[in-house]
């Protein structure tokens, strides 16, 4: 049996760039790796063939999630796959926009990759990530990123983190994705079309199945951030929305939702420290889960 970790992330702003014609939408964020919540995944091989999951969580669709997802997109890749049994235990909330299924995804294609005859290369490991969700090739590198495109384009961020404080605040609301996106198109129609005024790099090169480029080309501004989903999420769920008021009113210096929600985070400067413990002991009520984290130096 294999045990392995799988971490989350947050998203610092999330901007809507446009909508290709099969529908995907194209996405400007900032990803940045959290290890503080976990998902835990146990591997046992079964001798026969194909994927079987079990969840600790209710609601998980044992025979369509991201973890079967991610086994059919390898075997799709290389050929085959030895049959294998999933034991997922969930840390990281269903439907928080932190990422945790494709956290899963991720860290299977990583073991799968490992445990092949014929390893694929990192641009074939990439395409099979990519085929599971845009979120999944991220959790490949697990490095601070700007993610653009359709989540093919990872720029690591040269960013000096270090110091600020993370307040995350997951109040245990479940918001589907699809009818987060779906609920944009229908308010903002032609909107993410128009929105396209971000270059995906000034000089792109191929590498490892991405487009990378030099942190130089990236500015970010962390105190400048804003989620695009927040428009559409926060009408429907006004709670959400109070999250982040409080955030600001407590004294972060920047706040929003990360991804499509639920969970809204806050950013805190080294000067207000203080006042980031005094938010989550304010923060904790209502059965919200509530972090602290210190963010680190990114530079490479």
Same mark, same amino acid.
């Given at each position: 049996?294999?045990?392995?970790?799988?971490?989350?992330?947050?998203?610092?702003?999330?901007?809507?760039?446009?909508?290709?014609?099969?529908?995907?939408?194209?996405?400007?964020?900032?990803?940045?790796?959290?290890?503080?919540?976990?998902?835990?995944?146990?591997?046992?091989?079964?001798?026969?063939?194909?994927?079987?999951?079990?969840?600790? $969580?209710?609601?998980?669709?044992?025979?369509?999630?991201?973890?079967?997802?991610?086994?059919?997109?390898?075997?799709?890749?290389?050929?085959?796959?030895?049959? #294998?049994?999933?034991?997922?235990?969930?840390?990281?909330?269903?439907?928080?926009?932190?990422?945790?299924?494709?956290?899963?995804?991720?860290?299977?294609?990583?073991?799968?990759?490992?445990?092949?005859?014929?390893?694929?290369?990192?641009?074939?490991?990439?395409?099979?990530?990519?085929?599971?969700?845009?979120?999944?090739?991220?959790?490949?590198?697990?490095?601070?990123?700007?993610?653009?495109?359709?989540?093919?384009?990872?720029?690591?961020?040269?960013?000096?983190?270090?110091?600020?404080?993370?307040?995350?605040?997951?109040?245990? #609301?479940?918001?589907?994705?699809?009818?987060?996106?779906?609920?944009?198109?229908?308010?903002?129609?032609?909107?993410?079309?128009?929105?396209?005024?971000?270059?995906?790099?000034?000089?792109?090169?191929?590498?490892?199945?991405?487009?990378?480029?030099?942190?130089?080309?990236?500015?970010?501004?962390?105190?400048? #951030?804003?989620?695009?989903? $927040?428009?559409?999420?926060?009408?429907?769920?006004?709670?959400?929305?109070? #999250?982040?008021?409080?955030?600001?009113?407590?004294?972060?210096?920047?706040?929003?939702?990360?991804?499509?929600?639920?969970?809204?985070?806050?950013?805190?400067?080294?000067?207000?420290?203080?006042?980031? $413990?005094?938010?989550?002991?304010?923060?904790?009520?209502?059965?919200?889960?509530?972090?602290?984290?210190?963010?680190?130096?990114?530079?490479?």
């Amino acid at each position: 049996m294999t045990r392995l970790t799988a971490g989350c992330k947050v998203n610092l702003g999330l901007h809507v760039t446009g909508v290709r014609a099969d529908g995907y939408h194209e996405l400007d964020s900032l990803f940045y790796p959290l290890p503080t919540l976990c998902d835990h995944l146990e591997i046992s091989e079964t001798g026969g063939q194909g994927i079987v999951v079990r969840c600790d $969580e209710p609601g998980l669709d044992p025979e369509r999630n991201t973890l079967t997802k991610a086994y059919a997109a390898f075997v799709k890749a290389v050929g085959s796959a030895p049959g #294998i049994a999933v034991e997922l235990r969930k840390g990281i909330p269903l439907g928080a926009g932190l990422g945790g299924g494709s956290s899963d995804a991720a860290s299977l294609l990583l073991w799968l990759s490992r445990r092949a005859v014929r390893p694929p290369d990192a641009s074939c490991l990439a395409r099979a990530a990519l085929a599971v969700g845009a979120d999944t090739p991220f959790f490949l590198y697990n490095q601070p990123c700007r993610v653009q495109g359709i989540g093919e384009v990872l720029i690591p961020m040269d960013y000096d983190f270090s110091g600020l404080s993370l307040v995350l605040v997951c109040p245990g #609301i479940h918001v589907d994705t699809a009818w987060a996106f779906a609920r944009y198109d229908a308010l903002f129609p032609g909107k993410g079309q128009a929105a396209r005024q971000n270059d995906l790099t000034k000089s792109p090169c191929k590498a490892n199945g991405f487009f990378l480029s030099g942190a130089g080309d990236s500015v970010w501004s962390v105190w400048d #951030i804003r989620n695009d989903l $927040e428009a559409v999420v926060f009408p429907q769920y006004p709670q959400l929305a109070a #999250i982040k008021a409080d955030l600001l009113r407590l004294g972060a210096g920047a706040a929003c939702m990360s991804g499509s929600g639920s969970s809204v985070l806050g950013l805190f400067s080294r000067a207000a420290a203080a006042r980031a $413990e005094d938010a989550v002991a304010a923060l904790r009520k209502d059965k919200r889960h509530v972090y602290l984290l210190s963010l680190g130096n990114t530079g490479m």
